[in-house]
Each structure stands twice: as C-alpha cells, then as structure tokens.
C-alpha cells in the first residue's frame, strides 16, 4: 500500500504545473479554479491566487473580464437628431454592431438589405 505523502514532501506549485500542462495537451484552457477543484480532490488544499501566479509564470495570460452591462449587448434605440448629427453614444453603438457583423462591409451590406425589406 502506498503511503501517503507528508505536507512538507508536496511541491504544490509543481502539481499546479503538471494538472495545467495535462489541460494545455487536451486543448483545454487552464483556469484556477477547475485547477483548485482538481487538487481539492486530491488531497492538496491551495488558493486561487496561487494557481493564477505560478500560471502566470508559465506563460499563461488571465482571461480578459467584460466591462459591466457588456454581458447582454442590447443596443438602445438611436433618437434622431436635428441635422442629422450623431452622438457618441450612437458611434459606439454603430461599432458595437460593426465588430458583431465581423466588419464594417458586411455591416453595411445587413442594413441596407433591411432599409429593402422596410420600404
């Protein structure tokens, strides 16, 4: 039967090397809290700002976070304006549907193929 091994004898930043290099082959990304789940299972308590820097250290970048409200991009009706003026607000809600479209040609191409449907 094997034993046990002691605290003092576990290099906790080597498992988080090992557990992270096995997600990286799979195609997975490693993230610090499957990967604290993954040695909660084993036995082996560690934090999660402790699996982000050793991570870090491995060359692995932190996952981008989203402004707030940016969850569920729902675009505000645009108000016209006298003139025919935009705001700010409606430029960048014109670049918000430009980057879903994938490009400003095939935004262009949608709203007139709309403007067709309306008239």
């Not at 879903?100 to 191409?109: D, K, Y």
Request: glycine fraction near 10%.
């Amino acid at each position: 039967m094997a034993e046990k091994k002691d605290a003092k004898e576990i290099n906790k930043s080597e498992e988080i090397r090992k557990i992270a290099g096995g997600m990286k082959e799979r195609g997975e990304k490693p993230r610090p809290v499957v990967i604290v789940a993954t040695l909660k299972k084993q036995g082996i308590a560690v934090s999660s700002p402790q699996v982000s820097m050793v991570l870090k250290r491995m060359g692995f970048k932190p996952r981008k976070r989203r402004k707030s409200g940016a969850a569920a991009p729902a675009l505000k009706a645009a108000r016209p304006r006298a003139g025919g003026q935009l705001s700010i607000e409606d430029l960048l809600a014109a670049k918000k549907v430009v980057e879903q479209f994938g490009g400003s040609e095939r935004a262009i191409a949608a709203i007139t193929a709309l403007k067709r449907f309306e008239g």
